[in-house]
T-cell receptor, first 116, second 117 residues
Framework: AQSVTQPDIHITVSEGASLELRCNYS??????LFWYVQSPGQGLQLLLK??????LVQGIKGFEAEFKRSQSSFNLRKPSVHWSDAAEYFC??????????????FGGGTRLMVKP | DAGITQSPRHKVTETGTPVTLRCHQT?????MYWYRQDPGHGLRLIHY???????DKGEVSDGYSVSRSKTEDFLLTLESATSSQTSVYFC????????????????FGEGSWLTVV
């Protein structure tokens, strides 16, 4: 069974600083990887996804993520954080199973706080 | 935004009462899911549907049932609500994007906050 670990429960960065959120996954085959962001009281918004090909993936809001098979990681990065980036971030691995379409397994989330 | 509407958005109910949450989509997507979100656990899959009247269990299905009588509606029922079912419930949908089922992006609704007292 697949699993996802986000080692950092909380991260605080200063506005304008760079950001890296860690995600490690366990999956027996080629993974399909996703990052979602959730603002308080809202649903989840897709930031970016990796299916195959180029291991550096660009997403919305200036985010990018790099898939590293050797490290089983899919870390999310942003060169300069804005106050509006404060939210909770979820990494997920997807696996199709029979009739299930895409079954997502989520990490526990990382809450990002941004200092002015 | 994906056309997903969840109702009710907020509900407080008493232990032992039945509760039904509704998910309505306007995207004509084949797959629909119900997840629950709890602190430290991320989102966990309760049940999913791969077509009208076609449903199956997810990771945390005990105490929940679902029904899908139309493509656009997916209902989640707590037959007898317990305090452990206090949570935020998210409906999600996905369709076919040409990359295979495993790669389909899942889109989420806004969530339903349920408190069982």
């Amino acid at each position: 069974a697949q699993s996802v670990t986000q080692p950092d429960i909380h991260i605080t960065v200063s506005e304008g600083a760079s950001l890296e959120l860690r995600c490690n996954y366990s999956y027996g085959a080629t993974p399909y990887l996703f990052w979602y962001v959730q603002s308080p009281g809202q649903g989840l918004q897709l930031l970016l996804k990796y299916f195959s090909g180029d291991t550096l993936v660009q997403g919305i809001k200036g985010f990018e993520a790099e898939f590293k098979r050797s490290q089983s990681s899919f870390n999310l990065r942003k060169p300069s954080v804005h106050w509006s980036d404060a939210a909770e971030y979820f990494c997920a691995v997807g696996a199709g199973r029979g009739n299930a379409g895409n079954m997502l397994t989520f990490g526990g989330g990382t809450r990002l706080m941004v200092k002015p | 935004d994906a056309g997903i509407t969840q109702s009710p958005r907020h509900k407080v109910t008493e232990t032992g009462t039945p509760v039904t949450l509704r998910c309505h989509q306007t995207e004509n997507h084949r797959y629909m899911y119900w997840y629950r979100q709890d602190p430290g656990h991320g989102l966990r899959l309760i049940h999913y549907s791969y077509g009208v009247k076609d449903t199956d269990k997810g990771e945390v299905s005990d105490g929940y049932s679902v029904s899908r009588s139309k493509t656009e509606d997916f209902l989640l029922t707590l037959e007898s609500a317990t305090s452990s079912q206090t949570s935020v419930y998210f409906c999600a949908i996905s369709g076919s994007e040409g990359t295979g089922r495993s790669g389909n992006t899942i889109y989420f609704g806004e969530g339903s906050w349920l408190t069982v007292v």
